[in-house]
């Protein structure tokens, strides 16, 4: 199978042009590996026991050995299964290693948040996730504006596909998700190979970053996390569901959170505006996975009108996150969302000059007026700091709905 392009590979040239060590991050078996081999000359897979070995007798003197009989980046794949490396990089760039010496691979993040971890100011880290529509569909390097027209305010600018999808259209892309290995796979094979992904997950990976004494009740978490895409719900309902106290729930969903299932979008707040919810929104990271492991399709979502609609945010979702990565824009998305629920916001894109763009997904191919009217709401407490307001939707054409708030196809992001 040819090599798709993928949006993180421009930022990786970038990285390794300007410094000596990148960290590709991300969920298993989203490419990661495959992207880092296109430009590394030299490969070890750390999670081969006969490779790993002279790097867990003494990392320094293996990746010296390496260093000297190579002449471009060395890919250390699986960085995590001989943690010990990182230190030994940390010393190869002290010692002056030069632009582009090191790529590493992994699956967790959790090690990064240490305060004791070596990477700090000698490793990029680069995000990467399963892949978008955009991905899927580019014959060259996958290049898309809409971060940026949507922060700059030209949003009737948006390219679209000749024919973009219909509702069916979006839940068929939805349900089949983002991981490359399942595109192209029938229903039931692309169900059989996600399951399997999450039995490792709760067998090998989760445990494998924290202490795991219930594999059952840690199933029925991710589970009521898959769930729950989309929503506010509350750790104490996790719990329930989970049958768990809620500190072990918390515990357990931050590893799953550092293997990239499931995130969140923390909560907006403005002087400007009171009453407004601190509590953040929970996605799964991939909405193949909710299909899958709620058993459901094309037509069960059709069937059930508060699902598709929280599959249909969760697939934007995903579509907007790498593009938020690679923007040259720094951006950070929210969700806005009164105490008593009479006005609330999608996601909130505020860029680091305070400007702010708000989202509305609906699955409707011709919103009205009506739908965008929380939309109108912030720009009018907002005033000129709300640049742009969108109401995604599932029809074919961009039109206006109210000044500064238009309606745009939720193509518009690939």
Same mark, same amino acid.
């Given at each position: 199978?040819?090599?798709?392009? =993928?949006?993180?590979?421009?930022?990786?040239?970038?990285?390794? +042009?300007?410094?000596?060590?990148?960290?590709?991050?991300?969920?298993?078996?989203?490419?990661?590996?495959?992207? @880092?081999?296109?430009?590394?000359?030299?490969?070890?897979?750390?999670?081969?026991?006969?490779?790993?070995?002279?790097?867990?007798?003494?990392?320094?003197?293996?990746?010296?050995?390496?260093?000297?009989?190579?002449?471009?980046?060395?890919?250390?794949?699986?960085?995590?299964?001989?943690?010990?490396?990182?230190?030994?990089?940390?010393?190869?760039?002290?010692?002056?290693? #030069?632009?582009?010496?090191?790529?590493?691979?992994?699956?967790?993040?959790?090690?990064?948040?240490?305060?004791?971890?070596?990477?700090?100011?000698?490793?990029?880290?680069?995000?990467?996730?399963?892949?978008?529509?955009?991905?899927?569909?580019?014959?060259? +390097?996958?290049?898309?504006?809409?971060?940026?027209?949507?922060?700059?305010?030209?949003?009737?600018?948006?390219?679209?596909?000749?024919?973009?999808?219909?509702?069916?259209?979006?839940?068929?892309?939805?349900?089949?998700?983002?991981?490359?290995?399942?595109?192209?796979?029938?229903?039931?094979?692309?169900?059989?190979?996600?399951?399997?992904?999450?039995?490792?997950?709760?067998?090998?990976?989760?445990?494998?970053?924290?202490?795991?004494?219930?594999?059952?009740?840690?199933?029925?978490?991710?589970?009521?996390?898959?769930?729950?895409?989309?929503?506010?719900?509350?750790?104490?309902?996790?719990?329930?569901?989970?049958?768990?106290?809620?500190?072990?729930?918390?515990?357990?969903?931050?590893?799953?959170?550092?293997?990239?299932?499931?995130?969140?979008?923390? @909560?907006?707040?403005?002087?400007?505006?009171?009453?407004?919810?601190?509590?953040?929104? =929970?996605?799964?990271?991939?909405?193949?996975?909710?299909?899958?492991?709620?058993?459901?399709?094309?037509?069960?979502?059709?069937?059930?009108?508060?699902?598709?609609?929280?599959?249909?945010?969760?697939?934007?979702?995903?579509?907007?996150?790498?593009?938020?990565?690679?923007?040259?824009?720094? *951006?950070?998305?929210?969700?806005?969302?009164?105490?008593?629920?009479?006005?609330?916001?999608?996601?909130?894109?505020?860029?680091?000059?305070?400007?702010?763009? #708000?989202?509305?997904?609906?699955?409707?191919?011709?919103?009205?007026?009506?739908?965008?009217?929380?939309? *109108?709401?912030?720009?009018?407490?907002?005033?000129?700091?709300?640049?742009?307001?969108?109401?995604?939707?599932?029809?074919?054409?961009?039109?206006?709905?109210?000044?500064?708030?238009?309606?745009?196809?939720?193509?518009?992001?690939?």
């Amino acid at each position: 199978m040819p090599y798709l392009p =993928r949006l993180i590979d421009r930022n990786l040239v970038d990285v390794l +042009a300007a410094f000596p060590a990148a960290l590709i991050v991300g969920p298993r078996a989203v490419g990661k590996t495959t992207t @880092a081999r296109r430009v590394a000359t030299e490969v070890v897979e750390l999670d081969d026991p006969a490779q790993a070995a002279p790097f867990r007798a003494d990392p320094t003197a293996a990746l010296e050995a390496l260093r000297r009989n190579g002449s471009g980046p060395l890919l250390l794949d699986e960085w995590q299964e001989v943690p010990e490396v990182l230190g030994a990089i940390k010393r190869a760039v002290d010692r002056g290693a #030069g632009p582009g010496s090191f790529i590493l691979t992994g699956s967790v993040r959790a090690p990064l948040n240490s305060a004791s971890w070596p990477g700090t100011g000698r490793v990029i880290t680069l995000d990467m996730h399963p892949m978008t529509v955009l991905e899927q569909r580019a014959a060259t +390097a996958p290049d898309n504006e809409f971060v940026s027209g949507l922060l700059s305010g030209q949003v009737t600018g948006f390219a679209l596909p000749a024919e973009p999808p219909d509702l069916v259209g979006y839940l068929e892309l939805a349900a089949t998700g983002g991981y490359p290995a399942v595109l192209g796979l029938p229903g039931s094979a692309r169900k059989l190979w996600l399951d399997s992904y999450v039995e490792q997950l709760v067998l090998r990976d989760v445990p494998e970053l924290g202490e795991v004494r219930d594999p059952a009740a840690l199933r029925r978490l991710l589970r009521a996390l898959i769930e729950s895409t989309g929503t506010l719900t509350a750790d104490t309902e996790l719990a329930a569901a989970a049958d768990m106290n809620v500190k072990t729930v918390r515990r357990q969903e931050r590893l799953l959170e550092d293997l990239r299932i499931v995130t969140s979008l923390p @909560a907006w707040h403005t002087n400007r505006l009171s009453r407004l919810i601190k509590q953040r929104k =929970r996605y799964t990271v991939d909405t193949g996975l909710v299909a899958a492991q709620l058993e459901t399709d094309v037509r069960g979502l059709l069937r059930q009108g508060d699902l598709m609609g929280r599959m249909l945010e969760t697939f934007v979702l995903a579509q907007l996150r790498p593009l938020l990565e690679v923007s040259e824009r720094k *951006v950070v998305a929210y969700h806005l969302r009164q105490q008593d629920g009479r006005r609330e916001v999608d996601v909130l894109l505020e860029g680091a000059d305070g400007r702010v763009a #708000g989202l509305e997904i609906k699955a409707s191919a011709s919103p009205a007026k009506a739908d965008a009217r929380h939309l *109108v709401w912030l720009r009018d407490q907002l005033a000129d700091r709300f640049v742009a307001g969108l109401v995604l939707h599932t029809g074919k054409t961009i039109y206006q709905l109210d000044d500064r708030v238009s309606a745009v196809p939720i193509a518009a992001l690939f």
